[in-house]
């Protein structure tokens, strides 16, 4: 049970790409303070923001690294408390230069938009480390996760070879991921693009939106993520 809304919770923050971001007020003394923005996390359960030295967040995050995040699954009807949601509690800082290039390429990918940041020089990455995590999966499936349990073994593959996989499939299989799209969202688009990759699963990229595929197990090697996106693709195609 515990071990399953782990799992439930790790890949509600994977599919969601913004969330509520809490911060301690600098100005308000103690009062806590949220806003809504985009977010991108690693195979270890961090969660990284590209945001403004300007913003009220940042500010915030310069006098007290105390934060959270909070992102959950909306109601289309009914009750939204039977949706799920998870709270991410950590310390906020800033990523150094050494390791932020690579990690904005990534955000980057994943929102093209952002692209223009780079150029303002008040922009900068932060990270979320995580130290408890709270999850409801919906009425009386309510649970702690510790700081073990979420941070995750690193991936088995550097940026390098990350890249060539990303690359490899935008350049010779959109039809595969356009067949994966579709199986798993039901939208139709002929030119998708892998956006993200992770050992559990990959971002696909279409109508300005990322999505968010889940492999059937968790990937320890580049052999690995193939042969999990070749079984992606046969059960496409086998669903159309």
Not at 12 to 35: A, I
Not at 86 to 108: E, F, H, P, R, W
Not at 138 to 161: A, P, R, S, V, Y
């Amino acid at each position: 049970m515990r071990q399953h809304a782990l799992h439930a919770a790790q890949k509600l923050v994977f599919k969601k790409s913004s969330g509520v971001m809490s911060t301690l007020s600098y100005n308000l003394r103690g009062y806590p303070f949220g806003s809504v923005t985009p977010y991108m996390c690693d195979e270890q359960g961090r969660i990284y923001f590209f945001i403004s030295d300007i913003a009220q967040h940042t500010k915030n995050l310069q006098h007290d690294k105390r934060m959270s995040l909070t992102v959950y699954d909306e109601a289309t009807q009914g009750d939204q408390n039977e949706q799920g949601r998870v709270t991410i509690v950590g310390d906020g800082s800033m990523v150094n230069a050494q390791q932020s290039d690579v990690l904005i390429d990534k955000y980057v990918a994943l929102y093209p938009e952002a692209a223009s940041y780079r150029q303002a020089h008040d922009f900068k990455l932060w990270q979320l480390d995580p130290i408890r995590v709270r999850y409801i999966g919906g009425f009386g499936k309510i649970f702690w996760l510790e700081q073990k349990e979420w941070q995750t073994t690193i991936k088995n593959w550097d940026d390098n070879q990350e890249l060539a996989m990303i690359e490899h499939m935008n350049k010779d299989h959109q039809d595969v991921m356009s067949a994966i799209l579709k199986q798993h969202t039901d939208i139709d688009e002929s030119k998708p693009i892998m956006s993200g990759l992770l050992p559990t699963g990959c971002y696909i990229q279409a109508q300005q939106r990322n999505f968010y595929i889940a492999f059937d197990a968790r990937c320890d090697s580049p052999t690995a993520v193939r042969q999990a996106l070749v079984s992606l693709s046969k059960k496409a195609r086998s669903a159309a």
